[in-house]
């Protein structure tokens, strides 16, 4: 009888082992993330200082630069957070594995011995004077008993306690998990930001050769440009007027995209203030013509990617993004036609009293040319809206 009293605390003594609070060490403190924070909201700071100084060379190479830090940290950040829910995980799985198989061993033990106390209280007492040497034993023995069963009850309750400790270090662990893999999501993302924002800087560095003359001349030369495409569209919607027009179908082509389309015209282009409904008439005509050659691409996939415009504007930079393996190259105006005939659409650049617009000429028409304007709409007819002789400026996909 007096083993049945030992195993409470036994069995006390292995729920403390199992759920007393076990730390580990951490390849990444909590320290650490700190620090990393606070290195983060400094930098953030200077950035911000840096975008108010005067638009130079050396000030956006500067900018940029304390981009590519901030982006490196944050992915410090994430793969520290990754590190500490990882370790956390290992040690819930331990921890679980563990008490699972206890538990279910614990539990049998019980049963067997709730199972012998239960027969053993329900014995004729009158048997007990057979096998006691006296009254004194018998009385012990009842006692015994009476205490073996309270025992069991509380072992029971304490049992399903740790039951419910099990399915809550389960959740624990799941929940765990899940915000695990989102941040491997984030870290992928944030390591793509980081490639992109380079090649960035690369770009800047490549087209103005790193010198500050050629970059005030480029800034200059994209100021005039995006004037131009804005008071084309502030012309046919006023100043406040607004460039959305709903979803555009993909016209008779299958490949036309408007500027207008409410999927993507309030969206920025680049770093820049400006939107693909107010400036980006180029950005479709580019997508249009690299669609049509079987690119899996959109406005938003080109406006979305900084290193395609230069500098904080949403001028684009030339040689125009080919998504397939072949390049932009400029032709004459003569040899327009023949292109077409080829079936290779091609992008112009038109000049109306000072507004500038671009569209793609999709085929000859007889004495005309079907267009797909991204502010007008898929196959429309060149003379219904301009002429031939604004046509400048034609490049092709080749």
């Known amino acids: 009888m007096k083993k049945i009293l030992v195993l409470l605390p036994v069995v006390l003594l292995f729920f403390w082992a199992v759920f007393s609070y ?19 909201k400094d930098l953030e700071e200077k950035v911000a200082q840096t975008r108010e100084q005067k638009q130079t060379l050396a000030s956006q190479i500067n900018q940029m630069n304390q981009k590519i830090q901030l982006a490196t940290l944050r992915i410090a950040q994430t793969e520290a957070t ?38 053993g209280g329900q014995v004729d007492p009158t048997l007990f004077w057979l096998t006691t040497d006296s009254a004194e034993d018998f009385i012990r023995n009842q006692q015994y008993l009476r205490v073996a069963q309270k025992h ?30 989102a941040l491997k999501v984030q870290l992928k993302e944030q390591n793509i930001a980081l490639d992109l924002q380079k090649q960035e800087k690369e770009r800047l560095l490549e087209v103005t050769k790193n010198d500050e003359v050629r970059y005030q001349q480029l800034l200059t030369q994209a100021q005039r440009e995006l004037a131009s495409l804005l ?26 995209f408007s500027q207008r389309d409410s999927r993507w015209c309030n969206s920025l282009i680049g770093h820049s203030d400006m939107t693909i409904g107010q400036v980006g008439c180029l950005i479709n005509s580019v997508a249009m ?27 684009m930079l030339w040689p125009f993004p080919s998504f397939i393996d072949k390049s932009f190259v400029a032709i004459s105006k003569d040899a327009i036609d023949g292109e077409l005939a080829k079936n290779n659409p091609v992008v112009v650049h038109l000049t109306l009293s000072g507004d500038g617009h ?29 002429n031939w002789g604004l046509v400048q400026r034609p490049y092709i996909l080749n």
């Open 22 to 40: 076990h730390p580990f060490t951490q390849a990444v403190s909590n320290e650490d993330l700190e620090k990393i924070q606070k290195e983060i």
């Open 82 to 119: 990754i590190d500490i829910l990882e370790e956390e995980i290992t040690s819930l799985s331990e921890k679980i594995g563990k008490l699972d198989l206890s538990l279910d061993k614990i539990s049998e033990v019980l049963f067997r011995r709730i199972v012998a106390t239960y027969k």
């Open 152 to 181: 069991d009850k509380m072992l029971m309750i304490a049992i399903e306690e740790a039951r419910q400790d099990f399915d809550r270090q389960k959740t624990l662990k799941e929940e765990k998990q899940a915000a695990l893999e």
């Open 231 to 256: 008071s084309f569209t502030r012309t046919r919607v006023g100043v406040a007027g607004s460039t959305c027009a709903g979803e555009f179908s993909s016209g008779e082509t299958g490949w036309f």
């Open 289 to 315: 013509v690299n669609k049509s050659k079987g690119a899996d691409i959109t406005p938003l996939g080109i406006a979305n990617n900084p290193s395609f415009f230069f500098s904080n504007t949403a001028y």
């Open 358 to 386: 671009w569209i793609v000429l999709v085929k000859k028409d007889g004495d005309d040319y079907i267009i797909n304007d991204p502010w007008y709409g898929p196959d429309k007819k060149l003379t219904d809206y301009y």
